[in-house]
């Protein structure tokens, strides 16, 4: 269900996290109280085994009391009533207002008007957020990237406000000295936890105020502007994780984070930790002057996202994608030397990232910090109800690099979603081309002056949608549910499906003539391959300790069938033989910027028809190795597809052809996205026979079948650790070391997938290529 208060459900739902230590009234470590002034003892404790296996609260509060404590900003008590109804909103609009979705205009259609990273000159460009109402803050929160940011100008209080992001080994206490850790030398998986605290120093002689202070668990997918390399605000910002520690940011309330604790909710004591003389509390949102303030967090990153992380219910696109890139704002806290050293080579789009961190951010209005009102900040602006507008005094991240670890699901559940997403995939294909066909029947009509009968056509067509949309929903529902015993399991005979194309074997002479020796078929099994993930350097324990590379040697069985016609004296005849054999591996990733992917890509869908194709000697060798492409395979149908319904729409009128919002989105997500492959050829590739022997072979083994038919069977052997980057010089160094394949992944908005080009020379010179899948996943 997707929830309107994101602020509220994702503060809460994972792992809520309330305020400071406040179990004493002293700078001394405070004795356990209980409401009524009582003692704890050490037997109450040592009994809790929660207290010992979980020292964090970790409890669903009310609606009402989220509002109470943490909405209630300058927010007037009348406006605080029921919890508001729940609905869809956009994470990524820049601006608030609301967009009918059932309607269409000419220009959504046109691929030429698809400028997805920036907003054009008729955007709005002021925001209101209004404090007198109860969502002001979403709107602050929604387009957080959008505020004018202090953090690294001259303005003498963003100067003398230091905040740090300090990582602890165990939950945080007072009173407790911690042990710090490196979170640039760690992977962090589903389920770890993630502590330490924030310190907060005001070096000047003035008081600092705020209108808001929190810490967040943040995972957001960032396009940097491409244009300008100095530019650190994204022209693309999607923030899929935002999990909200109350016990760090700043709030109205008083609640016990720790299990052992027990105090006044109403009461906000000035509590020192004599670890470090740092305060706890921050009263009356401001930072006094000379004062060091530190803030516990403490977050369990979740197993996965909300459902309403993706609009079309699709469970792939609600796993934790891993860290991919590094965004302008992680690359401007180090140098560039710095930079280069810490740089993870994982193949992606330059100006795009996936990343994770602890986020802090200190929000006040411009009169605050004595800021120009006359100074019109290029880009949105966002206010108050006054007109005053908000900005980041301070933000500090500290950044992690997240690898989830595979979701496990079983071999039935993985067709089950391949059949699934090719289901979707046709469907969608079938109602854009019924919607074409009926367009252009209607136009036929009408220009027939047969009006009546196009009025008849648009009805059917209606009536259409309405079933097939049902239709949609009906086949997701079926999937959701398959009774399966380990009877059936045993008593299941899956057969093997396999990737093969046949073609007529020709011997060619010098002049160019060719003669047909018979019919061949090359074929290879249809398995899904699996790579283990292997950290950079920089994320290995120890560097020198030796590494699980099995995986890495991939073998790829070739089944050869040659069958002479029946007619022909064969005796004389030499079988075809294998010359060479390349392999690449090629790691594909795609992103969609404004509209998300209405099913999870796969293999098959991309290729289709063409993972196993055969190539003459006449064709140029680029064809042999490239028609990978899928700008070419997979996007160019649905542009041509997307035009067609634009000059339709453009001749008919949006009276006369009716098309629904959903619909378009979906295909200009897949018209519009853009790619990046990126092929690595593999040194080490050798042909064996299917005993393994270690020599490789020169001629393939055939073995006669009947009078007219031979086959042969051999396994290609190929070496991941040998791969490198087309057009950088081989190595003798392990790929692993110098490059990082990410877990295969997809979300809404980006993906990464990998397969394997296999091109097969024969001795004629035609070739054979074969694309395999590949999925590269972290051991479990």
């Not at 397969?755 to 070739?767: E, F, Q």
Request: proline share 5%; glycine share 4%; hydrophobic share 35%.
């Amino acid at each position: 269900m997707a929830i309107r208060n994101r602020f509220s459900l994702r503060s809460f739902l994972f792992k809520p996290q309330f305020s400071p230590p406040t179990s004493g009234m002293t700078p001394e470590i405070p004795s356990h109280q209980d409401g009524d002034g009582g003692e704890f003892n050490e037997d109450d404790i040592l009994r809790s085994e929660q207290a010992n296996q979980a020292p964090v609260w970790s409890i669903l509060p009310s609606y009402h009391m989220y509002k109470s404590l943490y909405m209630g900003m300058n927010a007037p008590t009348e406006n605080i009533h029921e919890p508001p109804t729940y609905e869809d909103v956009s994470h990524t609009s820049v601006s608030h207002t609301s967009v009918t979705t059932s309607s269409i205009t000419a220009s959504s259609l046109s691929l030429h008007n698809s400028d997805t990273t920036a907003p054009s000159s008729n955007d709005p460009r002021v925001i209101v957020a209004d404090e007198n109402t109860n969502d002001w803050q979403n709107t602050l929160l929604d387009n957080i990237h959008q505020l004018k940011n202090l953090t690294f100008s001259n303005n003498k209080y963003a100067k003398s406000l230091n905040v740090s992001v300090h990582f602890t080994k165990e939950v945080g206490k007072l009173g407790k000295k911690p042990t710090y850790i490196d979170p640039s030398v760690y992977e962090y998986k589903q389920g770890d936890t993630v502590n330490g605290h924030i310190l907060i120093e005001n070096t000047s002689d003035e008081k600092i105020r705020f209108d808001m202070m929190y810490v967040v668990f943040e995972g957001s997918f960032l396009v940097a502007n491409a244009k300008n390399k100095k530019d650190r605000v994204p022209v693309k910002v999607k923030q899929f994780l935002q999990m909200f520690d109350f016990t760090a940011s700043w709030n109205h309330g008083n609640i016990d984070r720790l299990i052992t604790e027990s105090s006044h909710p109403y009461t906000c004591p000035n509590i020192v930790d004599p670890i470090d003389n740092a305060k706890l509390a921050v009263k009356d949102r401001t930072i006094h002057p000379g004062n060091v303030y530190k803030r516990f967090f403490t977050f369990k990153i979740p197993a996965q996202l909300l459902d309403s992380e993706c609009s079309h219910n699709l469970s792939g696109h609600t796993h934790i994608p891993p860290s991919l890139g590094s965004s302008r704002q992680e690359q401007a806290k180090y140098s560039s030397k710095q930079m280069q050293t810490m740089r993870v080579r994982d193949l992606s789009f330059v100006d795009t990232s996936i990343s994770y961190g602890v986020m802090t951010r200190i929000i006040g209005r411009s009169s605050m910090y004595n800021l120009d009102e006359n100074d019109e900040s290029e880009g949105t602006r966002l206010i108050n109800s006054t007109g005053d507008e908000f900005v980041i005094l301070k933000e500090q991240n500290e950044f992690m690099r997240m690898v989830p670890e595979p979701m496990g699901n079983s071999l039935d559940e993985h067709l089950m979603k391949v059949t699934e997403s090719k289901m979707l995939h046709d469907n969608l294909v079938n109602r854009l081309q019924q919607k074409i066909d009926m367009g252009n029947s209607i136009l036929e009509a009408m220009k027939n002056g047969n009006y009546d009968f196009a009025i008849d056509i648009s009805d059917q067509e209606r009536t259409l949608h309405a079933s097939n949309d049902h239709m949609g929903d009906l086949i997701k529902s079926r999937q959701l549910y398959r009774a399966c015993t380990s009877r059936d399991k045993k008593m299941t005979n899956v057969p093997v499906e396999k990737y093969g194309v046949a073609f007529a074997f020709k011997k060619r002479s010098l002049t160019g003539s060719s003669k047909p020796l018979g019919s061949m078929m090359v074929s290879t099994p249809k398995v899904n391959r699996v790579v283990r993930y292997i950290s950079p350097l920089r994320f290995r324990p120890d560097v020198s300790q030796k590494i699980d590379n099995k995986s890495w040697k991939l073998s790829v069985p070739i089944d050869f069938s040659f069958t002479f016609p029946a007619t022909a004296d064969h005796r004389n005849i030499k079988l075809p033989d294998l010359k060479r054999v390349d392999v690449e591996l090629v790691a594909l990733t795609w992103k969609s910027l404004k509209y998300a992917l209405p099913y999870e890509l796969n293999h098959d869908i991309i290729f289709k028809d063409r993972v196993a194709t055969h190539h003459s000697s006449k064709e140029e060798s680029h064809k042999v190795f490239g028609g990978d492409n899928i700008n070419e395979t997979y996007k160019k149908p649905f542009q041509i597809m997307m035009n067609q319904l634009y000059d339709l729409y453009n001749e008919l009128g949006s009276d006369n052809f009716k098309l629904e919002a959903q619909l378009v989105e979906d295909v200009k997500s897949i018209s519009s996205f853009e790619t990046k492959h990126m092929n690595m050829p593999v040194q080490s590739v050798t042909v064996r026979d299917r005993s393994e022997n270690a020599t490789s072979l020169s001629r393939l083994p055939w073995v006669q079948k009947d009078p007219n038919t031979f086959s042969s069977q051999v396994n290609v052997a190929i070496d991941l650790e040998t791969v490198y980057l087309k057009g950088e010089m081989p190595t003798a160094e392990k790929a692993h070391s110098n490059y990082c394949l990410v877990t295969s992944f997809q979300s809404c908005t980006i993906g990464r997938l990998y397969y394997l080009k296999v091109v097969l020379k024969l001795s004629n010179n035609d070739s054979v290529r074969f694309l395999l899948p590949v999925t590269v996943e972290k051991s479990a």
